[in-house]
């Protein structure tokens, strides 16, 4: 019954219906715009939306397959070989590259395989251009998982990341468990969602606006006296504001959820769930499909939110108004989006990736690594970490607080 | 059933707003009169347990509130002032929730809730959103969720505030068909709501209990202070200045004075029987009465 009341307080006011809505409507503007801007290239001219989208399914799906040793050595024979016909070749002072047809019919409809493979090659922390693939050395074949493996010990091992020898430990041995070869195919969709996940912040912060009143309401309307004066106003209540609160919060940013990820999939269609996460970044060491990614990064961002949730009721229960919550809890939320990551492994390159802004952000393949006494964590575990005592601690945080609320004029 | 009141005080960091009270109450209705800021609703507060006194003890049958938390808010039904919370919810929703905050079961919330709505007039009004009550409907639904649970010790905080005299005569007979067996606190600065209800009358100032007395014995203390004199119009500028000014009739060129005074104003000044509204204006003077004497009389 309590519950019940408690969550009716919450959705039954009008606020909460704009400020829901206005989420809904943020959530569904940020994920349909890859789709509205989505662009396909050809000879013809560009192709944008769904007739894109298809036209590059179409092409993608007819690298799908097993990406192996001899596959990737005979599409990067055959590129290099077109570069032996002087017509198919380009010249801008400094670099050489392929054009015309050479360039619209192998090089763009394999635009995003070409850009995967060179990035395996290229050396950590830098981006070349596909042209480079001529570089490539294939007297030896591709060897395209070996330079993987070497490019990802040398990421681990170099000394500007200053990872300890358990750290870097950790790090090779969850790549140890990613299988070879790579299975390759279209997964548009799934890369939308991983890519954009940090959009979901938005939704997180509006849930914690819509939750600002839960106890602090109480004391602005009065309505305290009447509930602490009453026989479970200090017991029962409580819990069941709170959890009215964390159901709302979870029943809301759930649809939210359904929302940023339903728009890309029913657009690019669900295929790729299956696929492994390498064949967006070959040097991700997460054994992990495009669904597992998926479903674990939204996992950890429903502990950011419970965390949040959490945080947001024991301000609610100290602050006298909805209104002095919303000035400690928005700039929590948007302070952190103007902090750039430094490169380093110090205090502040750790402590911006666990604030809520990169806290929802999906960080496979950055060996963001941190440690507690003996035990090394990923960044996702760590997130998991900090939100989860989060909550431990905010929780009969709020509780007390409110328990303890004096009521005064 | 008493609740003994023993060297009550709460202070705030600039002021106290009460004074080292002590009171014992039982069955009955205690008005509780005094000027805003007098520190009646601290006072409330402080004996509905929401409010932590600085020094001092509040018990409930010889046993300390704070010790028996629950057992003793189940007792309790308060009405704070400026009633109207949950301004989208219904009137039935809103008891519903009360219901249940009190630790009322579902099957007897029910039948309480229809029986309290009808009993203040607004089982019509039960399902529509508070926020369409009048200032008096609210008024009607706060008493009403103090009742729920038919506490032993009912609480109301200017519960008149705002009411027209049509609803306060409706709540005062409330009231009193609530007052059989219970102890019943009510604030007001209406001296007229405690005239007709209160058994007892408490009556506060500046954090002090200043007089508490049957409400048929109250007046004794501005026996023989009370004066009716007729002046002419030029001395009225003067009387006012110098007495207590209850009441003023024009008759012609002369006026008519009700005074409150501890000796005659004049030779021809003719004592007259005080009330209760005396008492107020003895107690509290003109000060208190600037620009509010419909209010507080």
Redesign the interface.
């Known amino acids: ?2 519950f019940k ?1 408690e969550f ?2 919450i959705i ?3 606020s909460t219906i704009i400020i829901f809505l206005l989420g809904l409507l943020m959530t569904t503007v940020f994920f349909s715009l890859p789709v509205i801007q989505y662009q396909a290239f050809t000879q013809e001219g560009m192709i944008t939306g769904f007739e894109g989208i298809s036209y590059n399914k179409n092409s993608q799906l007819e690298l799908a397959g097993l990406l192996t040793e001899e596959v990737i050595t005979d599409i990067i024979l055959e590129y290099q070989q077109l570069f032996e016909d002087p017509s198919n070749v380009g010249y801008d002072g400094r670099d050489e590259f392929l054009i015309g047809d050479a360039y619209w019919e192998f090089v763009v409809p394999r635009t995003k395989f070409l850009r995967m493979v060179m990035n395996n090659y290229s050396p950590p922390d830098i981006i070349l251009t596909v042209d480079r693939l001529r570089e490539v050395d294939l007297s030896h074949g591709a060897q395209f998982y070996e330079t993987r493996s070497n490019k990802i010990e040398t990421l681990v091992q170099n000394p500007e990341r200053e990872l300890s020898v358990s750290q870097q430990d950790f790090w090779l041995e969850k790549n140890s468990q990613v299988e070879t070869s790579f299975e390759y195919g279209f997964s548009e969709g799934w890369d939308v969602i991983l890519s954009a996940t940090e959009l979901l912040l938005f939704g997180i912060l509006l849930v914690c606006i819509i939750l600002a009143p839960v106890f602090a309401g109480e004391y602005q ?15 029962k ?1 409580i819990v069941a504001k709170i959890l009215a609160a964390l159901v709302f919060g979870l029943l809301a940013f759930s649809l939210y959820v359904i929302m940023a990820c339903s728009i890309p999939l029913l657009a690019f269609g669900v295929e790729g769930w299956n696929l492994p996460i390498q064949i967006t970044n070959t040097v991700i060491p997460y054994p992990l499909t495009f669904l597992q990614a998926t479903v674990i990064n939204f996992l950890v961002i429903y502990i950011v939110l419970i965390g949040l949730i959490s945080l947001t009721l024991l301000v609610s229960a100290k602050m006298k108004s909805p209104y002095f919550v919303l000035m400690i809890m928005v700039p929590l939320f948007f302070i952190p989006l103007f902090l750039q990551p430094d490169g380093t492994t110090g205090f502040y390159n750790l402590l911006i990736y666990l604030l809520p802004y990169r806290a929802t952000m999906s960080t496979f393949s950055q060996f963001i690594t941190y440690q507690v006494g003996g035990i090394v964590l990923d960044a996702f575990m760590a997130r998991v970490l900090l939100y989860g005592l989060m909550s431990i601690i905010t929780l009969p945080l709020a509780r007390y607080v409110f328990k303890k609320h ?4 | 059933m008493q609740i003994s009141i023993q060297n009550l005080s709460k202070e ?1 960091s600039k002021k106290t707003a009460v004074k080292n009270t002590n009171l014992e109450l039982t069955p009955g209705i205690y008005g509780l009169l005094g000027a805003n800021g007098a520190g009646k ?2 006072l409330m ?1 402080m004996l ?5 006194p600085t020094t001092g003890r509040i018990k409930f049958n010889d046993k300390d509130i704070e010790t028996l ?2 057992q003793y ?2 007792h ?1 039904g ?5 009633f109207g ?2 301004p ?2 219904t009137a039935r ?1 809103f008891m ?3 219901a ?4 009322l079961d ?1 099957k007897t919330s029910k039948s309480r809730i229809e029986e309290l709505l009808t009993m203040v007039n607004l089982q019509e009004m039960a399902g529509k959103k508070i926020k369409s009550f009048s200032g008096g409907m609210k008024q009607r639904l706060g008493i009403a ?2 009742e729920l ?1 038919s506490p032993s010790i009912l ?1 109301l905080d200017e519960p008149t505030a705002g009411l027209d005299p049509k609803e306060r005569i409706r709540f005062r007979n409330l009231i009193s068909d609530f007052s059989k067996d219970r102890i019943i606190i009510l604030s007001t600065h209406i001296v007229s709501d405690i005239a007709y209800i209160a058994d007892t009358i408490l009556m506060m100032k500046q954090g002090d209990i200043i007089l508490q007395s049957p409400i048929e014995k109250a007046t004794e203390a501005i026996k023989g202070k009370v004066w009716e004199v007729v002046v002419d119009i030029r001395e009225l500028d003067t009387y006012t200045k110098v007495f207590t000014v209850a009441n003023l009739q024009h008759e012609n060129n002369k006026v008519r004075l009700r005074l409150i005074h501890e000796t005659p104003p004049s030779a021809t000044a003719i004592a007259v029987e005080s009330t209760l509204e005396d008492l107020f204006l003895y107690y509290f003077g003109e000060i208190e009465l600037n620009g509010s004497v419909e209010d507080v009389v």
């Open positions: 019954m309590l009341y009716l307080k039954k006011r009008k309307s009065g309505a305290d006296a009447i509930i602490l004066s009453s026989k479970y106003g200090k017991t209540v004096q009521v005064s004029a | 705030y609703s601290t507060r509905c347990g929401i409010l932590k938390g629950e808010y189940e309790i308060y009405m704070p002032q400026d919370f949950y989208d919810f929703d519903m929730y009360m249940a905050v009190k630790g579902k969720q103090a649970n609480v």
